[in-house]
């Protein structure tokens, strides 16, 4: 049986599915293409990642399909109901990409509380003219240590997140309309463990009390922070999405930095992404990286063998 990798798999993917008696094939393919392909090569496993759709069309036209499977969490990009319904198993990986999206929002943070965004941009450009200057523009920054991480969202990354928050000596706050309780365990180095447990609050009391906000939410029809919403945060706060493009209105959150109510944001995730809107890219008090958040070597191997696992497990 041939599984495609149309969008990438780890190589630790690829031994533990050869390993299983797969062949695995890692050519990408054109989305005009894919249904072609994967009837042509008689195709059992389609992989894909966040760069590949899978709709309706696709489902019908490739009968020899048994298996679509998502290297990550979200599966907006597959109409995984109506796969169902057509006997086609669908897979992901919810949780083995969670630690490093939580890594990535306080990279984000980390830079942001501290205007590394700017001094990395500038510091090549007139680090030698203007030291001085530089270092009068970018000493303002403040600790993360004390203030209050709010989550929209507090599944698996939510609380990932949370953890390193909690690690860094933040209170956090927390929404979810499906979860009121969580059991944060932290495991340290040395093999002590330690619980906390968090208690979701209402949206609108999160956005009140957050000085740094962070996404973890799926994709949705209607905007997760908007101007309204912008407007119910704290003066100066700070925000991060790195969940899903579309959950946030780009258009109002330059609004709202362009007026002062929000000092900086980082976007790892557009609206119109693969193109983001210039006044984003050109915009120095955003922190952007282009859709990373599970780009990290260790979480790459985890969604590989554990795509891996439920695909042996399903078909052999």
Not at 154 to 183: C, H, L, S, W, Y
Not at 248 to 260: C, F, Q
Not at 281 to 305: C, F, K, V, Y
Request: aromatic share 6%; glycine share 10%; charged share 25%.
């Amino acid at each position: 049986m041939k599984v495609l990798a149309n969008d990438g798999i780890s190589q630790s993917g690829i031994d533990a599915l050869e390993k299983g008696g797969f062949e695995v094939i890692t050519t990408t393919v054109a989305q005009e293409q894919l249904i072609n392909y994967i009837n042509e090569k008689d195709i059992t496993v389609l992989l894909v990642r966040s760069a590949t759709t899978v709709r309706k069309d696709l489902i019908d036209a490739c009968p020899n399909l048994k298996i679509i499977g998502r290297g990550g969490v979200g599966m907006d990009n597959i109409d995984v109901a109506y796969a169902r319904e057509q006997g086609r198993s669908v897979i992901n990986t919810p949780a083995a990409s969670s630690h490093s999206v939580a890594e990535l929002v306080f990279g984000h943070l980390f830079g942001l509380a501290r205007f590394l965004h700017n001094s990395n941009r500038e510091m090549p450009l007139e680090g030698d003219s203007n030291f001085k200057g530089l270092k009068k523009a970018y000493a303002k920054g403040t600790e993360l240590k004390g203030k209050t991480l709010g989550v929209l969202g507090f599944g698996r990354i939510g609380q990932a997140t949370a953890k390193v928050a909690i690690g860094a000596g933040m209170k956090v706050v927390a929404f979810d309309p499906f979860i009121e309780n969580a059991n944060l365990e932290l495991d340290f180095f040395d093999g002590q463990k330690l619980n906390f447990d968090i208690k979701t609050i209402s949206k609108e009391d999160v956005l009140k009390q957050a000085d740094f906000l962070t996404l973890h939410v799926p994709a949705q029809d209607d905007y997760v922070i908007g101007k309204s919403e912008l407007e119910i945060m704290k003066d100066g706060a700070i925000l991060v999405n790195a969940a899903r493009g579309g959950v946030v209105d780009e258009v109002a959150l330059v609004e709202a930095i362009s007026n002062g109510k929000i000092s900086r944001a980082a976007l790892d995730v557009f609206e119109k992404e693969p193109k983001p809107e210039m006044q984003l890219l050109m915009n120095s008090a955003l922190s952007l990286t282009p859709h990373t958040g599970a780009a990290t070597n260790e979480a790459q191997d985890r969604i590989g063998t554990e795509l891996a696992e439920q695909i042996i497990s399903i078909l052999k």
